[in-house]
């Protein structure tokens, strides 16, 4: 049985939490207090990774119990603990990517580790926040940390410009989520989750025009985030511009961040108004899926390319959001756990294959990596057929849930052009493996140095792209068993 | 007698006004002040709720909101300076080393 309980005011259900920053303030410290030089501090990313091994194995001991401590504004229940786990793999695998990246591009700070920690608090609180205060607290930190993450290379002029777009376009969106938060909290006098849904339940689930405005701006705000559709103008360029190691980053935590508040808000505070707003996430998830999608056909640039297809994968998931029935839920856990190795595993080759100042990132690049580096083609082709959704590998069976949770609430059109979509997106994952198999060489490639760090990195993404898409059962069923407590 | 409503008013005016300054100028500084300017607005929002609702959670959420306006303050002017120590302007225009 499940272990419930309600709890006023228990520190202990933060410790992760804790764990996290407590680390973070000590890799400043450190790094502030040695004296060795930029180049020559490994045990920066030797302590933080520490840190986030720790809080994994604090977070997995609350497994299968349902807390809301903190006077009901922080729960932990499986789907929260899910999603903690897929925030600290991220971070942790992005910091198993970053230890060479960050030296060669000298940008060896401890500031670097640190808010990577940091924004992986913002996303833990933003799972695990039952109230909008606790939601929007972390997500802005999250975003505080990434803006500056992004800006991270501050003498290289694309790295600032980068910087500087998401920041400007982060902050606007904020101010939507913000008036949104406002309108909600005024119609309905309450900004915890839980009483919202009860205050709409009492409406006899008709939404007086405040509300329904509130919910919109959230969409947006949100929508922002996880970069769909009509807010996505910012994802090519910052990805682009951002150092690669942030870049991969970027493309998994925020995005499943905003899709664990996303889930949260819209099926427990306005699950009985689904016919409200499913029409608007539905137009969305097209619109997301076929503009990431097209966009991305003709793309010269890798982390480009990379960039609107995530965005294509935001759409994949919203029509499991649409959908709102158990199947979606979890289907969305494992589709972001999915997309977890997929993407890392990606972006860790783009890096591998990159030189100093990220040069030879053109996808023309690759071009002849097979006959150089046989490993490092298969394991790159191994991740965008995965993304692309062709079987045996992680990708497919993601998007086959994704796909049947969207039939079995009974939307077939959606559900036809997601697979159109994933067809299409096919032609453009297929495009670097063309160029790795079947072209020559264009440039001269250095001789590899692939250090233990990203080599482990690489490894666990290719055995977890290939374990979830062979063995999918056992991460499906802790899936399942994460849905959320609906109402 | 100012009801809640006139406050409302206000504060969709005060938010709009940002929101167009946003859209329209094209100095970053500017910008910036622009989307403080709609982060307040709703603060405005909130405040007026609480009030007129006589709960305390609007005027807590406003603490947190002014608290994280400052911390993307700091986060934002840091940027700025970042980018104008490289390139000496702050014109958004000319931000467009990356386009598709």
Known sequence: ?487 | MITLTHYLVLSAILFSIGVVGVLIRRNAIVIFMCIELMLNAVNLSFVAFAHYLHSMEGQMFVFFSMTVAAAEATVGLAIIIAIFRNKETVNVDDMNIMKW
């Open chain 1, 1 to 487: 049985m499940p272990n419930t309980s309600i709890m006023t005011f228990n520190i202990l259900s933060i410790l992760p939490v804790l764990i996290l920053a407590g680390f973070g303030m000590m890799v400043l410290v450190v790094d502030v207090l040695s004296s060795r030089k930029m180049g020559e501090k490994n045990f920066l990313a030797y302590l933080s990774l520490i840190g986030v091994v720790i809080a994994a194995f604090l977070s997995k001991n609350f497994t299968g119990t349902t807390l809301f401590s903190f006077y009901g504004a922080y729960t932990i229940d499986n789907y929260s603990l899910f999603f903690q786990f897929v925030f600290l793999l991220c971070a942790g695998l992005t910091i198993l990517i970053s230890k060479n990246y960050v030296q060669r591009e000298n940008i060896n700070y401890g500031e670097y580790y640190t808010l990577i920690l940091f924004s992986t608090i913002g996303m833990i609180l933003m799972a695990s926040g039952a109230d909008l205060l606790n939601i929007f607290i972390g997500l802005e930190i999250m975003s505080i940390s990434i803006y500056i993450l992004v800006g991270m290379k501050r003498t290289r002029l694309t790295s600032n410009e980068a910087s500087l777009k998401y920041f400007l376009l982060g902050a606007f969106s904020t101010g939507f989520l913000l008036y949104g938060i406002a309108l909600v909290y005024g119609a309905t006098g309450t900004i915890s989750l839980r009483q919202i849904a009860v205050f709409i339940a009492g409406k006899g689930g008709v939404l007086d025009p405040l509300l329904l405005a509130g919910m919109g701006l959230i969409i947006v705000g949100i929508g922002f985030k996880i970069a769909s559709a009509p807010f996505h103008a910012w994802v090519p360029d910052v990805y682009e511009g951002a150092p690669t190691a942030i870049t991969a980053f970027m493309a998994v935590g925020p995005k499943a961040a905003g899709f664990a508040a996303f889930l949260r808000i819209f099926f427990i505070a306005f699950g009985q108004v689904h016919q409200d707003w499913e029409k608007i996430i539905w137009i969305l998830a097209v619109l997301t899926m076929t503009t990431g999608n097209i966009i991305a056909l003709i793309q010269t640039n890798i982390k480009r390319m990379l960039a609107y297809s995530s965005i294509a994968h935001a759409g994949y998931l919203l029509i499991a959001l649409v959908a709102a029935n158990n199947m979606s839920v979890s289907a969305i856990l494992f589709y972001l756990l999915a997309y977890l190795f997929m993407n890392i595993g990606a972006f860790a080759i783009v890096i591998v294959i990159s030189q100093k100042e990220d040069s030879f990132l053109k996808i023309s690049d690759f071009s002849g990596l097979a006959y150089k580096h046989p490993r490092l083609a298969i394991a790159m082709t191994l991740f965008l057929l995965s993304m692309a959704g062709i079987p045996p590998t992680a990708g497919f069976v993601g998007k086959f849930y994704i796909f049947s949770s969207a039939i079995k609430s009974g939307y077939v059109l959606l559900a036809i052009i997601g697979v159109i979509n994933s067809v299409i997106a096919v032609f453009y994952y297929l495009r670097v493996t063309v160029a790795m198999y079947m072209r020559g060489p264009e440039r001269e490639f250095q001789p590899l140095t692939l250090s233990p760090f990203i080599f482990v990195a690489i490894i666990i993404s290719i055995i977890g792209t290939i374990q979830l898409g062979i063995f999918p059962a056992k991460v499906l069923e802790i899936a399942q068993r994460s849905i959320l407590l609906l109402r």
